[in-house]
Each structure stands twice: as structure tokens, then as C-alpha cells.
């Protein structure tokens, strides 16, 4: 079966580093990207930034440019998002999710199950 | 770079149709054919409904349907169920492996 899962939820205080992840089984995860989209409390999706495995190939939104890093580790399988120095506006549940189709970014279908990062002194 | 544009909810009654309103740009709706829409029950995981402007992925109903005119995309659901009312969100591709996802907008089942 193909999915992603995700590390548990954080709590942590501003100003603190942060690493999560989001491990892929049931597919070749050198081929397909894997993109990362932040929730706010009660708002909507916001699409953070992608990468692909094979290459390490990365794009991020404009707005979150600079302020997380997206990685992967290919030995495991696994992607992350990372911070190095939380706010408390980074507050939100983080989903992984990969495209329907290799090649292609679009077309989110498989979802990670979302680590919730609580971020308060 | 602004979200694209979605009304913040519609409603409607069981078995009436709703049409979703998508409005980007000629930079992204506009030009590319990869617009998809997502649906998202409250506390759950979004789930893909719609691809490439109009393809449904298997196993989703029907009743949902995808279209592009310009730059605006639109969801229509067709025969309104309860299990419809949820938060629906479209997202586009802008180019240069990036993406941008609407404001959302929810569905209410009168």
C-alpha cells in the first residue's frame, strides 16, 4: 500500500529548532516529488515547497522561502521540513503529500496523516 | 503571491447542484491545464477530487465535475449529499514545479 507517514506532533518554544518527517513506503520514492503544505489553525491549505528525491531538486513557495528547509534522506525513504528557529506563527498542522503521477508536482493524492507543531513560551 | 480566489462558502439544499469559483491569473489558472481541487472534512486529511481541470480520480462520484474557462476554474456537485458539506479547496500549478492553492470555501448542506 502506498503511503506516507508522519512524524508525531511537536511543542516547542520560539526561537527552538525543529525537524519532522514523512517516510514513503509502497512506491520507488526516488520518482516522485513530495511536497509539503502547511494549515494554520482554522484556515485554509498553503503549498510550502516541493522535492524531489532523485536529485534533491527543490522549490519553494515565495512565502516560505528562507524561513524552512526541505530535505530528504534517500537511504530511508523519508522527506523533511525543518526550521531553525520556530515562531509562534509557525503554529500548524504540516501534511506531506506526493503526486499522482511521477514527473509532475500536481495532483496531490497521497497525503501524510499532518504533524501538528504547537509553538508557545 | 496572493491565493487564488475562492467565495468563502456556498450552500445549498440535498439533491440541488453548487459551483465552486476558482479565479487566478493569466500566470496560472489562466495558462496551465493543471488545475485540482481537494476536498477536506473537518479535523481530516484533504483528499483529491478533481485533476487536471476535469479528470476525477477513481473511486470519486460523479456528481463531482471540474471545468476552466479563462481564468477562473469552477467544482460543480451535482445531486448535493450531506456527506458533501466540507471545505473545498483548488489549487494550481504557476509554473516552474511551484504551486498555489485557493482560500477554500465551504460547502454547506442546508
Known amino acids: 500500500e502506498v503511503q506516507l507517514v508522519q512524524s508525531g506532533p511537536e511543542v516547542k518554544k520560539p526561537g527552538e529548532s525543529l525537524k519532522i518527517s514523512c517516510e514513503a513506503f509502497?512506491?520507488?520514492?526516488?520518482?516522485?516529488?513530495i511536497g509539503w503544505v502547511r494549515q494554520m489553525p482554522g484556515k485554509g491549505l498553503e503549498w510550502m515547497g516541493s522535492?524531489?528525491?532523485?536529485?534533491?531538486?527543490?522549490r519553494y513557495s515565495p512565502s516560505f522561502q528562507g524561513h524552512v528547509t526541505i530535505s530528504v534522506d534517500r537511504s530511508t525513504g523519508t522527506a523533511f521540513l525543518q526550521w531553525s528557529s520556530l515562531k509562534a506563527s509557525d503554529t500548524a498542522i504540516y501534511y506531506c503529500?506526493?503526486?499522482?503521477?511521477?514527473?509532475?508536482?500536481?495532483?496531490?493524492?497521497?497525503w501524510g496523516p499532518g504533524t501538528q507543531v504547537t509553538v508557545s513560551s | 503571491q496572493s491565493a487564488l480566489t475562492q467565495p468563502r462558502s456556498v450552500s445549498g439544499s440535498p439533491g440541488q447542484s453548487v459551483t465552486i469559483s476558482c479565479t487566478g491569473t493569466?500566470?496560472?489558472?489562466?495558462?496551465?491545464?493543471?488545475v485540482s481541487w481537494y476536498q477536506q472534512h473537518p479535523g481530516k486529511v484533504p483528499e483529491l477530487i478533481i485533476y487536471?481541470?476535469?479528470q476525477r480520480p477513481s473511486g470519486v462520484p460523479d456528481r463531482f465535475s471540474g471545468s476552466k474557462s479563462g481564468n477562473t476554474a469552477s467544482l460543480t456537485i451535482s445531486g448535493l449529499q450531506a456527506d458533501d458539506e466540507a471545505d473545498y479547496y483548488c489549487?494550481?500549478?504557476?509554473?516552474?514545479?511551484?504551486?498555489?492553492f485557493g482560500g477554500g470555501t465551504k460547502v454547506t448542506v442546508l
Open positions: 503529500a506526493r503526486p499522482r503521477l511521477q514527473q509532475l508536482i500536481v495532483g496531490l493524492d497521497i
Open positions: 489549487c494550481s500549478y504557476v509554473g516552474s514545479y511551484s504551486l498555489l
Open positions: 493569466s500566470g496560472d489558472i489562466g495558462t496551465y491545464k493543471y
Open positions: 509502497g512506491y520507488g520514492f526516488n520518482t516522485y516529488w
Open positions: 522535492i524531489h528525491p532523485g536529485d534533491s531538486d527543490t
Open positions: 487536471d481541470v476535469t
